[in-house]
């Protein structure tokens, strides 16, 4: 796969008349003003006797931006539970959280399990 890199000399997309208004005659009929809100998801962290607290501690911190006195109450919560919810987000930003843990996991060893549990979209 190649990657288009910026170039300044490339042409720049914005409109240059200052009278320009898109047109929003494309859209659906009876839908100018809905509303879109994006689906949530939860993600679920899992107990196993392999990976270490202060690994479920760090990828709160850092992945999900709890504190570490929170991240400390989620993980009593998962070990104590077997499992918990540490977060709802919308799917996507969920996805990726899910993903950079799951890495994060693989490069150090362990055998975390993360799951994201897609929630019902609203339109």
Same mark, same amino acid.
């Given at each position: 796969m190649t990657h288009a890199r910026y170039n300044p000399s490339m042409p720049d997309d914005t409109p240059s008349d200052p009278q320009f208004e898109p047109d929003d005659t494309h859209g659906e009929p009876g839908r100018e003003d809905s509303t879109m809100i994006a689906a949530r998801a939860k993600v679920w962290f899992f107990d196993d006797d392999k990976t270490p @607290?202060?690994?479920v501690l760090f990828v709160l911190e850092q992945?999900?931006?709890?504190?570490?006195?929170?991240?400390? @109450?989620?993980?009593d919560r998962i070990r104590k539970q077997g499992k918990a919810m540490v977060a709802e987000l919308p799917a996507i930003p969920a996805e990726i959280a899910r993903r950079k843990v799951d890495q994060a996991a693989a490069d150090a060893g362990y055998p975390f399990k993360v799951e994201v549990e897609a929630g019902p979209q609203i339109v």
């Open positions: @607290v202060d690994f992945y999900f931006g709890f504190d570490e006195s929170k991240a400390r @109450v989620i993980t």
